[in-house]
Nanobody, 122 residues
Framework: QVQLVESGGGLVQPGGSLRLSCAASGSIFSVYAMGWYRQAPGKQREMVAQITSNGVINSAHSVLDRFTISRDSAKNTVSLQMNSLKSEDTAVYYC????????????????WGKGTLVTVSS
């Protein structure tokens, strides 16, 4: 099993910044990608940003130039620096990872964190 623990959510005013962090642990054989999704009230979960083991980054158009994803491969952690936050960024942010575990090194599986709430409001 793989566990993901997120931290860093909270309340911030529009234009402010927050940094989310996520640490993966457990029976990890290889990490292929880590990233963040979010789900706003009444909306579907959407991809925010992800980074692969090769360092390839994909970001949602809505967060380009405002959010930066980074990863520490040695520690199996991923962070999301969020700047110039807007009210529409309010959501529960979920960390995810696509990994192969020691139980089955040939199979890639997605694991999810429990989510951390980000509220952007004045």
């Amino acid at each position: 099993q793989v566990q993901l623990v997120e931290s860093g959510g909270g309340l911030v005013q529009p234009g402010g910044s927050l940094r989310l962090s996520c640490a993966a642990s457990g029976s990890i054989f290889s990490v292929y990608a880590m990233g963040w999704y979010r789900q706003a009230p009444g909306k579907q979960r959407e991809m925010v940003a992800q980074i692969t083991s090769n360092g390839v980054i994909n970001s949602a158009h809505s967060v380009l130039d405002r959010f930066t994803i980074s990863r520490d491969s040695a520690k199996n952690t991923v962070s999301l620096q969020m700047n110039s936050l807007k009210s529409e960024d309010t959501a529960v942010y979920y960390c995810y990872t696509n990994v192969a575990t020691t139980d089955d090194p040939w199979k890639a599986t997605n694991y999810w964190g429990k989510g951390t709430l980000v509220t952007v409001s004045s």
